[in-house]
């Protein structure tokens, strides 16, 4: 069956640039989850939502970042102003009872 | 101190070895345990779940001791497609807001 989806898996963005990664969870799970992975360390928790509501966001690292899931399906995780330390394969979660299914990523450089 | 720490390895052992990695973590409320495969520029994968009286899926043995706070991955007769990075996971804790908390990942490399 179709897993979670993101879009899109590459960008490239210039300093200062606002961008949006799209994730599409598998269909009909609840809860959904954002990580980010640095080169060569494991995935940090950014946050999480079950269906439309962000319960915890205590892993975003600064203020530029925020995310939204406005129907309980589709989620955006926006940045605002990219920093270079931006830079990180952005993945998507969901869950299947106590199990977490990864999406490919998006993977942003900022330059 | 990381919650989750791993020997990042790498672990270099020729087809057909037995390899083992540790991980442990510094949270005792800790109650769900995982371990993931992750390929080179590709998104990890569940590899398998790991319960307190261990469990075993084909060449692959998962253990959690909770009194020394560890969980460990066995690989027996190690393929050259079980190069890979390893990660742990562990979730529960405090917020058990089900996120997980992983290891850096230790990477393993399988020699002909």
């Known amino acids: 069956g179709a897993g979670v989806s993101q879009s899109p898996r590459y960008k490239v963005a210039k300093r200062g640039q606002d961008v949006a990664l799209r994730c599409d969870p598998i269909?009909?799970?609840?809860?959904l989850f954002w990580y980010q992975q640095a080169l060569g360390q494991g995935p940090e928790f950014l946050t999480y939502f079950q269906n439309e509501a962000q319960l915890d966001k205590s892993g975003l690292p600064s203020d530029r970042f925020f995310a939204e899931r406005p129907e309980g399906s589709v989620s955006t995780l926006k940045i605002q102003r990219t920093q270079q330390e931006d830079s990180a394969v952005y993945l998507c979660a969901s869950t299947q009872g106590n199990e977490q299914y990864f999406g490919p990523g998006t993977r942003l450089t900022v330059t | 101190r990381k919650e989750v720490e791993q020997d990042p390895g790498p672990f270099n052992v020729p087809e057909g070895a037995t390899v083992a990695f540790n991980c442990t973590y510094s949270n005792s409320a800790s109650q769900s345990f995982f371990w993931y495969r992750q390929d080179c520029r590709k998104e990890p994968k569940l590899l398998m779940s790991?319960?307190?009286s261990g469990n075993e899926d084909g060449r692959f043995t998962a253990q959690l001791n909770r009194a020394s706070q560890y969980i460990s991955l066995l690989i027996r007769d190690s393929k050259l497609s079980d190069s890979a990075t390893y990660l742990c996971?562990?979730?529960?804790?405090?917020?058990?807001?089900?996120?997980?908390?992983f290891g850096q990942g230790t990477t393993l490399q399988v020699k002909p």
């Open positions: 269909s009909g799970h609840v809860s």
């Open positions: 996971a562990v979730k529960g804790g405090s917020s058990n807001t089900g996120k997980l908390i």
């Open positions: 790991v319960y307190s």
